[in-house]
């Protein structure tokens, strides 16, 4: 049974990633963290426990991060919605979140299960940060660091050079590439082209029939529009279900590579840019697993099995 900790700002993808995630046999989730990003954290631990509830999970949900570490907020309406779940103004959730602090949760959820975590971020990345920084210790307590955020030397998704978690907090981004975890970078491309979900695949899902299929595709219609009318997509791009994918199911990955990547702090015009040194020559170490391509067919079974 492997365990997973699941860092999040939930919005539409996001919820699709929980989904996935608490629909498989050999995956324990022991905790889902909040963390500011799409939505505030109060909306975002609405989202999270709304979603668990459709999954008939109970995993606890702690709220942590409410701003970046340096910068204002920049939340995602205009792609996720004004309720962060395609304006579907889901009914209130059961449960509560926990009263800990997420930051906490992440240290001491490390330190019990030394070298079991697989760690799981699909937000910006200020919680981990925090943590890092209050207990740099943690880092080599981490089994595998799957990292939804960046662009490897591609385009971005909120600027012309950086991806919207890393964009949010460039700062929390930096020091945690920096932590010496064992990282893997999910950059939001590989959720474009062919890996998009097209108007018959979001049918096919959809005749599904289930509570889950229903929540992933009707939660998800304002990410629908926004990628077609603003990124010129062809159907439903779902990065944070994809970075799941490839953490359920390594052999996901058709090409990926180690290398040294920093992140861009300084400048106005690459914010947030994750700067991937391809050809070494920079001659750093590598810090990062880099995901270059998947399997498109075998990321469309796995959402597929987990949402039947």
Same mark, same amino acid.
């Given at each position: 049974?492997?365990?997973?900790?699941?860092?999040?700002?939930?919005?539409?993808?996001?919820?699709?990633?929980?989904?996935?995630?608490?629909?498989?046999?050999?995956?324990?989730?022991?905790?889902?963290?909040?963390?500011?990003?799409?939505?505030?954290?109060?909306?975002?631990?609405?989202?999270?426990?709304?979603?668990?509830?459709?999954?008939?999970?109970?995993?606890?949900?702690?709220?942590?991060?409410?701003?970046?570490?340096?910068?204002?907020?920049?939340?995602?309406?205009?792609?996720?919605?004004?309720?962060?779940?395609?304006?579907?103004?889901?009914?209130?959730?059961?449960?509560?979140?926990?009263?800990?602090?997420?930051?906490?949760?992440?240290?001491?959820?490390?330190?019990?299960? +030394?070298? &079991? $975590?697989?760690? *799981? /971020?699909?937000?910006?990345?200020?919680?981990?940060?925090? !943590?890092?920084?209050?207990?740099?210790?943690?880092?080599?307590?981490?089994?595998?660091?799957?990292?939804?955020?960046?662009?490897?030397?591609?385009?971005?998704?909120?600027?012309?050079?950086?991806?919207?978690?890393?964009?949010?907090?460039?700062?929390?981004?930096?020091?945690?590439?920096?932590?010496?975890?064992?990282?893997?970078?999910?950059?939001?491309?590989?959720?474009?082209?062919?890996?998009?979900?097209? +108007?018959? &695949? $979001?049918?096919? *899902? /959809?005749?599904?029939?289930?509570?889950?299929?229903?929540? !992933?595709?009707?939660?998800?219609?304002?990410?629908?529009?926004?990628?077609?009318?603003?990124?010129?997509?062809?159907?439903?791009?779902?990065?944070?279900?994809?970075?799941?994918?490839?953490?359920?199911?390594?052999?996901?990955?058709?090409?990926?590579?180690?290398?040294?990547?920093?992140?861009?702090?300084?400048?106005?015009?690459?914010?947030?840019?994750?700067?991937?040194?391809?050809?070494?020559?920079?001659?750093?170490?590598?810090?990062?697993? *880099?995901?270059?391509?998947?399997?498109?067919?075998?990321?469309?079974?796995?959402?597929?099995?987990?949402?039947?």
């Amino acid at each position: 049974m492997r365990k997973f900790l699941i860092d999040t700002d939930t919005a539409s993808d996001d919820a699709v990633a929980l989904v996935m995630a608490h629909n498989r046999s050999d995956v324990r989730v022991v905790a889902v963290t909040i963390v500011n990003g799409n939505v505030p954290v109060e909306q975002g631990a609405k989202n999270a426990l709304y979603t668990l509830e459709v999954c008939n999970a109970s995993t606890p949900v702690y709220i942590g991060c409410t701003k970046p570490i340096l910068r204002e907020c920049s939340y995602a309406d205009w792609f996720h919605g004004s309720d962060g779940m395609g304006n579907m103004h889901y009914p209130n959730p059961n449960r509560k979140p926990e009263s800990e602090h997420a930051v906490d949760i992440i240290i001491n959820t490390l330190k019990t299960y +030394p070298g &079991e $975590i697989t760690l *799981v /971020t699909l937000g910006p990345l200020t919680n981990i940060a925090t !943590a890092l920084l209050r207990a740099p210790e943690i880092a080599s307590l981490v089994e595998r660091c799957v990292i939804m955020g960046g662009a490897a030397n591609t385009v971005g998704n909120v600027t012309p050079a950086a991806e919207y978690n890393i964009w949010v907090d460039p700062e929390a981004a930096k020091i945690v590439f920096h932590s010496g975890m064992p990282m893997e970078m999910v950059g939001w491309e590989l959720s474009r082209y062919d890996a998009a979900l097209t +108007p018959f &695949e $979001i049918e096919t *899902v /959809t005749n599904f029939g289930t509570q889950r299929a229903r929540l !992933a595709m009707e939660s998800n219609k304002t990410a629908l529009e926004a990628s077609m009318k603003i990124q010129g997509a062809s159907g439903l791009t779902l990065a944070d279900p994809v970075a799941m994918a490839v953490a359920l199911d390594p052999d996901i990955v058709t090409s990926q590579g180690k290398y040294f990547v920093d992140v861009e702090i300084t400048s106005k015009l690459t914010r947030g840019a994750t700067v991937v040194d391809e050809l070494s020559v920079l001659h750093k170490n590598p810090n990062m697993a *880099v995901v270059w391509a998947i399997d498109v067919l075998r990321w469309k079974e796995n959402l597929y099995r987990c949402l039947r």
